[in-house]
């Protein structure tokens, strides 16, 4: 059998083994688990908004993280978190393999994005495991202190100043493109929305929209925060995930405007929940 052929049976093992049924169950956990985090950083930032300061805990995933660990069955939760996380990262390095669903499913930019969320979801699930096995310094760190730690460092490079402010710059586009995206409902291409009754559908199109563009306004923030950082070489000025949701509220109807963002983004986990349920996959 020459080389082409092996090529060709590779594949098609590999395309199989990325249809198969294990490899859906761990999409759609990695789905639903991404909406338990959603939703927790969005009640968390919800008491925010309204001045009780989280109840402690920070507005990111570190701080859902530590809501789950102070619950009933806690430990357990995050380690079935961690382990749904790392299938959602199986799918992703699936996709960037063999290709997602759809007609663009293959085409090298679709992988290659697939790739990047792989790498991402890796890291995420190893932190969110590494915290359920007792390294409390892992995953409920604070983004922004992490956040700081990075930008700080990166400032202190060569070219660093520039480095920072692209970086900044690109977080902004892409969450200009998220808010765009999720308001012209492109969401819906990747969703079995004929499985879906009429009630449901205008619900999971009400949840895409204001929780995609909730998601996207942070997004967009955190790189303007980021951008400042580095015109103004003060690594302090960059934000994390909670510092940026806590700056909302210090604007004119702040603690209204966080509430609203903080409600987007409890959607953006409902809508995650809707994902695990009907996704293409």
């Keep these: 059998m020459d080389a082409h052929a092996w090529a060709l049976r590779g594949r098609g093992r590999a395309r199989r083994a990325a249809d198969s049924t294990a490899v859906a169950v761990a999409a759609r956990a990695g789905f639903a688990a991404r909406g338990l985090i959603y939703v927790l950083v969005g009640v968390i930032a919800l008491r925010i908004a309204f001045g009780d300061d989280g109840g402690g805990?920070?507005?990111?995933?570190?701080?859902?993280?530590?809501?789950?660990?102070?619950?009933?069955?806690?430990?357990?939760?995050?380690?079935?978190?961690?382990?749904?996380?790392?299938?959602?990262?199986?799918?992703?390095?699936?996709?960037?393999?063999?290709?997602?669903?759809?007609?663009?499913?293959?085409?090298?930019?679709?992988?290659?994005?697939?790739l990047g969320r792989c790498v991402f979801y890796v890291f995420v699930s190893f932190s969110v495991l590494s915290y359920a096995a007792?390294?409390?310094?892992?995953?409920?760190?604070?983004?922004?202190?992490?956040?700081?730690?990075?930008?700080?460092?990166?400032?202190?490079?060569?070219?660093?100043?520039?480095?920072v402010g692209v970086v900044g710059a690109a977080v902004v586009i892409a969450g200009l493109w998220i808010s765009v995206r999720a308001v012209r409902q492109r969401f819906r291409e990747d969703l079995r929305t004929g499985a879906m009754s009429q009630r449901t559908?205008?619900?999971?199109?009400?949840?895409?929209?204001?929780?995609?563009?909730?998601?996207?306004?942070?997004?967009?923030?955190?790189?303007?925060?980021?951008?400042?950082?580095?015109?103004?070489?003060?690594?302090?000025?960059?934000?994390?995930?909670?510092?940026?949701?806590?700056?909302?509220?210090?604007?004119?109807?702040?603690?209204?405007?966080?509430?609203l963002i903080a409600l987007g983004l409890a959607a953006f986990g409902l809508f995650s929940w809707c994902t695990a349920r009907w996704r293409r996959l």
């Design 201 to 259: 559908e205008r619900v999971v199109n009400l949840l895409g929209v204001t929780g995609g563009a909730a998601r996207g306004v942070v997004f967009a923030a955190a790189g303007v925060f980021a951008v400042v950082a580095a015109v103004r070489h003060q690594p302090g000025r960059a934000k994390g995930m909670d510092d940026t949701l806590r700056s909302f509220r210090d604007l004119p109807a702040g603690p209204w405007l966080l509430a």
């Design 57 to 114: 805990r920070q507005a990111d995933r570190g701080g859902a993280l530590g809501e789950l660990a102070g619950r009933p069955f806690g430990s357990a939760l995050l380690w079935i978190v961690g382990v749904a996380l790392a299938g959602m990262a199986l799918w992703r390095l699936s996709e960037a393999v063999v290709g997602g669903a759809g007609p663009d499913g293959s085409k090298p930019h679709k992988r290659a994005a697939a």
């Design 134 to 163: 007792g390294d409390r310094g892992s995953g409920s760190g604070s983004s922004d202190r992490h956040t700081d730690d990075v930008t700080a460092t990166a400032l202190k490079w060569p070219g660093g100043q520039w480095l």
